[in-house]
């Protein structure tokens, strides 16, 4: 007896960046650079994207039942430059600040 191929699931733009705990222009970038595949267009204005895809190239579950992960280290290589070190130079002058107050 042959077995049927489960059918592919699709989501939403909106539902995949809340599974993955990120935000939208977030999810649009990571199809830009190629992190994950273009989203399949449905109708006009209406696109989804393949489930089994997403989960084969980040290698998470984007299933309900499941909550969703943090967002993955390389989210940070996306920002601009100089957003980045700037971000990382207040981290080190509040870990600074944090440092003298307790010594």
């Known amino acids: 007896m042959t077995r049927l ?3 592919r699931r699709y989501l939403r733009a909106r539902v995949v960046a809340d599974r993955l705990g990120i935000t939208r222009p977030t999810l649009i970038r990571w199809v830009k650079i190629g992190r994950i595949p273009a989203p399949i267009q449905i109708g006009p204005g209406t696109s989804v994207y393949d ?3 997403i989960e084969r190239r980040l290698g998470v ?3 309900t039942d499941s909550p969703p992960p943090a967002a993955p280290a390389i989210a940070c290589d996306m920002r601009t430059p100089q957003r980045a070190i700037r971000r990382k130079r207040a981290r080190e002058a509040e ?3 944090r440092a ?3 010594g």
Do not use: D, Q, R
Request: charge should be negative; aromatic fraction near 0%; charged fraction near 20%.
């Open 5 to 7: 191929a489960s059918p």
């Open 51 to 53: 489930v089994a895809e």
């Open 61 to 63: 579950s984007l299933s």
């Open 95 to 97: 870990e600074a600040k």
């Open 100 to 102: 003298a107050n307790a």
